[in-house]
């Protein structure tokens, strides 16, 4: 089973409460969005191999540690998951983005993938999918199976915050994909919501309220 860890940082647990905040406005809300973004990207990243190199410092040559890992590609799930890239490119400036574009197709209530726009050589890289809200799973596993049927097999999943239930779709359709959440809440409600959660994250990040 892939790993699942809630990243409850001080910073972090403060920084979610202003965004549950209803009375929270959206340029704010973006912006706290992006520096939660980033703490997890830190958190993210505190796996990936390093290797030896030497260099010369202005006193000695010495033996150092340099990233050695697969290249990293952040995945945003359109349209929410946008919200989350800038702050992880803080953190890692060398990442290339790719896109993902669901939408739940009201006979069905399935995910349909209308947009998908990837770097080529997915089996050499390290994929970060990024969306503030696992809720019913629906689109996560949808569109980690679109990645995964276009070579990816390294693959994380980083949230804001995660339903239980979404947690166990996402689990049960792609147990080596590791969950990452800055919390993990009590339950969804009927519509689908995540409670206590922190309302629609797309419509709080771009304003469409
Ligand atoms: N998507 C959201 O933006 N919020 C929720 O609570 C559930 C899904």
Redesign the pocket.
């Known amino acids: 089973m892939g790993n699942f860890q809630v990243i409850d940082h001080p910073l972090i647990q403060h920084k979610l409460t202003i965004l549950r905040d209803k009375n929270t406005g959206t340029k704010y809300f973006r912006e706290v969005v992006n520096e939660i973004a980033r703490l997890l990207a830190y958190e993210v990243s505190r796996e990936m191999p390093l290797r030896d190199i030497e260099i010369e410092t202005p006193i000695v040559k010495t033996v150092q540690k340099q990233l050695a890992g697969k290249k990293v590609v952040i995945v945003p799930i359109l349209r ?1 998951g946008l919200g989350m890239v800038d702050g992880m490119l803080d953190l890692i400036p060398a990442a290339k983005v790719g896109h993902v574009g669901m939408y739940r197709d009201h006979d069905t209530m399935e995910p349909v993938e209308y947009f998908i726009k990837m770097p080529s050589d997915l089996s050499e890289r390290e994929l970060l999918v990024v969306d ?2 696992l ?2 799973g629906g689109s996560a596993v949808a569109a980690i199976d679109a990645l995964k049927k276009r070579g990816a097999t390294n693959i994380k999943f980083v949230c804001l ?1 995660a ?1 239980p239930e979404g947690v166990k779709v996402l689990q049960d359709a792609h147990p080596d994909v590791g969950i990452y959440t800055a919390s993990l809440d009590e339950k ?1 409600d009927e519509k ?3 409670l206590p ?8 990040l771009f304003g469409t309220l």
Do not use: K, N, Q, W
């Open positions: 929410a503030p809200m809720a019913t915050v339903a969804l689908g919501y995540i959660g922190l309302g629609d994250a797309g419509d709080r």
